[in-house]
């Protein structure tokens, strides 16, 4: 609703009143409606002030009502209103502008932000464009170039930046809503032709064309198949060759096809996902709103290589005091080095100071006994490992926390090398830990709510996504990868490429293939655990069981390469060549094409043609079915957990929605049936026989994602 106030004797004051973030549903904008009219028909009302309750304009349009039936006061018409009205109408903005949010400001004749508000058209990012004339008014206010900025990418800006955009009249440190009261005083009665937006020419460089042509190319290239971005252009474009009403026309059209589309469902899916994440729980019935966090002041970290440097970065970054351990003098040098280039480059971007002296550094894990908190990141070597959380036990004050940064170890034996087991969980971040926004909270049976609740905390004031998941190895992400990877290599045994592969997985969106993927990460990470494991044989054997170990199907190919130094990237050679060693773009390689087919010879393998659709439901669906394990393990509480995992730590296109969401879109039951084609056509590779979880939910009539989690938990009582 909208609650309706005369303030300083002639300022009709509107407030926005629907908690949290002010969103426009029916009902605010029934609100709007009937207190502008209000204000509009009342004569002591020389001019408006719309504001939004608690410190925030408006969230824009209400997310949730985009998928039920549409009811209340269209936006457009409202917005209309606003800025034909013959009284100036003033929008006072604090905390948030976004999406419709801004819309209706820039419906508004002033706007007056808060230094601390940020205002944006972030539509893009939930697969839509901004439909209540955003499209068709930035640009004329702030011109083509700038507006298609900030509609395609869908960025937050400052009010300083708003300011120097022209997107904002006047930005103060002081109440917002009280200046834009008084600035409503001092503009009232003034004419208000030259404030309407919609009115404007929309200003625009001569060549046109080319700066269209030469966007779309670019936001082709970025958007990896989103369709979004491509209807953000082709509408800004409208603005600027059509008059404004034929625009608004152009705009409603565009929207109407993103509205309904895939993608905006999964984006949307996305946004609510990564919220609820936060609202964690534990098979133990613990939760996110009766565990209690632990404040942490003092971190430490142990091991600074390519993880503990960026982990320590992140830390002093939060704020937090930070004790830095690295027993080996030559890493120990070149961490601190690093570590100071990585903070100040992060304070130049942000125009802030680097936080040199929140760490301290040592060659000595003693210097840790006071901290409240510890993130281990030494070698990934289970006896190294244990013996360091033997050492923390005892060296570390009472009730420190114990967290381990492994990517697949047993958190639960580290925990069991410690006095109080409870006080460990495993903070898996990922590279660079300074930059990626994921961070899996890993609990064992014996890990305390207290030390999940306090990881999770922490978490969120560095600034990451965090997910709790269970103990198990690979825990979610690189559990659910190792089919994705294995998979990849069954296709090049049978006659794909690495550029088909990789190809097929870009085309569906992900940033980079499996194999420029591995190539980047070093194809020397995977060796080591597979020799751990037991897997490795060396040398090119031939025969039926130099492709199976330990009873499945198992290929070779990456060892092989990696006993050829080819370790990726780094060595210049991997699945793929590079100009030298550390260069970045993947070339052709003729050595890798004829070291494959002599393979396929030595085998006895026929070549066959692979197409893309085999590539992505092999890859894809053996890493799905792997998620419905995890689902049906407890492990994951939820098909929001893995998604969010797989779209902020392992670059799923978002627009997809995540392996789960894009599983219930393709349908659970094709997703089974594929499964169950390409199990019976390689019965040796046990994680393609389709889950039982999976044959359980098509069984009972394929539910919609958002009903899996208790459609398991009522599948889990029946057992
Ligand atoms: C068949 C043909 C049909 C044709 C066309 C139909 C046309 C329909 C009319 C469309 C007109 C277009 C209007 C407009 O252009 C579209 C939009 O405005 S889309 C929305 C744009 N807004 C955003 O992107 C902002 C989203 N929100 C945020 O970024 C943040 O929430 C925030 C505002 C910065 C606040 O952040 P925080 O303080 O951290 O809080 P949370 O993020 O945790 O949020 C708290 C709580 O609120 C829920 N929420 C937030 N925003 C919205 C929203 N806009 N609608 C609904 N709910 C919202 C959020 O989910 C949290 O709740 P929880 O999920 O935890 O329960
Ligand atoms: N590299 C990644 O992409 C990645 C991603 C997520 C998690 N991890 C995990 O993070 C951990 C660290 O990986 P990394 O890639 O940073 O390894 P790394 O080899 O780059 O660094 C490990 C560092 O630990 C130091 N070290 C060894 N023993 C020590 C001790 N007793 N005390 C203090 N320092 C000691 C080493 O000298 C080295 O500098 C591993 O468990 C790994 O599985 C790695």
Redesign the pocket.
């Known amino acids: 609703m909208a609650q309706f106030t005369r303030v300083s004797r002639s300022v009709g004051l509107i407030t926005l009143q629907n908690p949290p973030v002010n969103a426009l549903s029916a009902v605010a904008r029934q609100g709007i409606v009937d207190a502008v009219k209000r204000a509009l028909s009342d004569p002591k009302v020389k001019s408006v002030v719309i504001c939004g309750q608690n410190g925030i304009f408006c969230g824009g349009a209400d997310i949730k009502e985009f998928g039920t039936n549409i009811t209340g006061p269209p936006l457009v018409p409202m917005i209309h209103a606003i800025e034909a009205s013959n009284k100036p109408v003033v929008a006072a903005i604090e905390g948030s502008a976004f999406g419709g949010g801004l819309e209706l400001a820039l419906g508004c004749h002033y706007r007056v932000a808060h230094s601390k508000a940020k205002l944006g058209l972030t539509e893009v990012t939930l697969g839509l464009l901004p439909a209540a004339g955003g499209t068709q008014r930035l640009p004329r206010l702030i011109g083509v170039p700038a507006a298609l900025n900030l509609i395609t990418t869908g960025r937050h800006v400052t009010a300083a930046e708003a300011l120097q955009l022209g997107i904002v009249d006047q930005v103060t440190d002081h109440n917002a809503v009280d200046e834009a009261v008084k600035f409503a005083l001092s503009v009232a009665g003034k004419s208000l032709d030259a404030r309407r937006i919609s009115t404007y020419p929309c200003p625009c460089p001569s060549d046109v064309d080319a700066l269209f042509e030469e966007v779309m190319q670019k936001v082709r290239q970025s958007a990896r198949g989103a369709i979004a971005p491509i209807a953000c252009v082709q509408a800004v474009r409208a603005a600027a060759t059509l008059p404004y009403s034929q625009g608004m026309e152009r705009e409603q059209e565009l929207m109407a096809t993103l509205f309904t589309s895939g993608q905006a469902r999964a984006l949307q899916y996305c946004f609510f996902a990564q919220r609820a994440v936060g609202r964690w729980s534990m098979p133990s019935g613990a939760r996110w709103d009766t565990s209690k966090p632990r404040s942490i002041h003092k971190a430490a970290v142990?091991?600074?290589?390519?993880?503990?440097r960026g982990i320590a970065v992140a830390l002093a970054q939060t704020g937090l005091s930070v004790v830095a351990?690295?027993?080996?003098e030559k890493?120990f040098m070149e961490?601190k080095k690093m570590v100071s280039g990585m903070m100040e480059r992060g304070a130049k971007r942000h125009g802030t100071a680097p936080p040199l002296d929140k760490i301290t550094y040592s060659q000595n894990?003693q210097a840790v006994a006071d901290v409240d908190l510890v993130i281990e990141?030494?070698?990934?070597d289970m006896a190294?490992?244990e013996?360091?959380f033997q050492q923390l036990s005892t060296i570390c004050k009472q009730g420190t926390f114990l967290c381990?940064?492994?990517?697949?170890?047993d958190v639960d034996h580290l925990a069991s090398q410690t006095r109080n087991p409870e006080l460990v969980v495993g903070m898996?971040?990922?590279?660079p830990a300074h930059v990626m926004k994921l961070l899996e909270v890993v609990y064992g049976p014996r890990s305390s709510p207290q030390a999940v609740a306090t990881a999770m905390q922490l978490g969120k004031k560095m600034g990451k996504v965090s997910v709790a998941v269970g103990n198990c190895r690979g825990f979610v992400g690189n559990r659910m990868l190792k089919p994705y990877l294995e998979q990849a290599l069954f296709l090049l045994e049978e006659g794909a490429t690495p550029e088909l592969v990789d190809g097929a997985l870009e085309e569906f969106g992900f940033a980079l293939g499996v194999f420029k993927m591995s190539d980047l990460?070093g194809l020397d990470?995977g060796w080591k655990v597979r020799k751990g494991d037991g897997l490795v044989e060396p040398g090119l054997a031939s025969g039926p069981s130099a492709r199976i170990r330990q009873g499945r199907r198992y290929s070779p190919l990456g060892d092989l390469l990696c006993e050829q130094g080819r370790f990726g990237q780094k060595t210049g050679q991997g699945w793929y060549r590079y100009d030298k060693p550390g260069s970045r773009v993947p070339r052709y390689d003729p050595w890798l094409h004829s070291f494959l087919e002599e393979y396929r010879t030595q085998h006895g393998i026929v070549a066959r043609r692979i197409d893309q659709q085999e590539v992505l439901e092999r890859c894809l669906y053996a890493l799905i079915n792997e998620g419905f394990r995890i689902l049906e393990d407890g492990i994951a509480a939820g098909p929001e957990d893995i998604d969010i995992i797989y779209v902020f730590g392992y670059s799923w296109p978002r627009h997809r929605g995540g392996p789960m969401f894009y599983a219930s879109m393709v349908g659970l039951a094709k997703v089974l049936e594929r499964l169950e084609h390409y199990h019976q056509a390689h019965p040796d590779v046990p994680y393609m026989q389709p889950c039982n979880l999976l044959r359980r939910l098509v069984a009972s009539g394929s539910p919609p994602v958002h009903k899996w989690k208790e459609a398991i938990k009522k599948l889990r009582s029946q057992l």
């Open positions: 142990i091991g600074l290589g390519t993880m503990g351990v690295e027993t080996q890493q961490a894990i990141a030494v070698f990934e190294l490992k013996k360091v381990t940064n492994t990517s697949a170890l898996h971040f990922f590279a990460s990470v």
